[in-house]
């Protein structure tokens, strides 16, 4: 390929920040597998599952926690899991678990998969 035909399917970044995959060129093809953060959270959730069954008489919405964990779970399980709506989930099982430290730990732990 000549040096002037290689320019034209040159990407450069200089400054700011690339969150995903690039393709160019005729038939480029770009993907993106976060499968590690998916990997990661199942034994978290599982250990979250499991404190709020611990704690749950310091929960006073304990069932609705283990519904947001539900929630997470689920979304992981979709072949492109909506960050946003795992985030969220976080969000609520944090203020439902204000008042349980370690539980709060872990939350934080899976948050810190989806930055």
Do not use: C, W
Request: negative net charge.
């Amino acid at each position: 390929m000549s040096e002037e035909r290689a320019m034209e399917y040159r990407v450069d970044v200089s400054g700011g920040e690339v969150s995903g995959a690039i393709a160019m060129g005729p038939g480029a093809r770009a993907t993106v597998n976060n499968v590690g953060a998916r990997g990661e959270a199942g034994p978290l959730l599982d250990r979250l599952e499991r404190l709020l069954g611990e704690h749950a008489a310091d929960l006073p919405e304990a069932a609705q926690a283990g519904r947001d964990v539900e929630d997470v779970r689920r979304e992981l399980e979709q072949a492109e899991p909506d960050r946003s709506r795992i985030l969220d989930a976080l969000k609520r099982l944090s203020v439902r678990a204000a008042e349980v430290s370690v539980i709060v730990e872990v939350v934080s732990q899976i948050r810190a998969l989806f930055p």
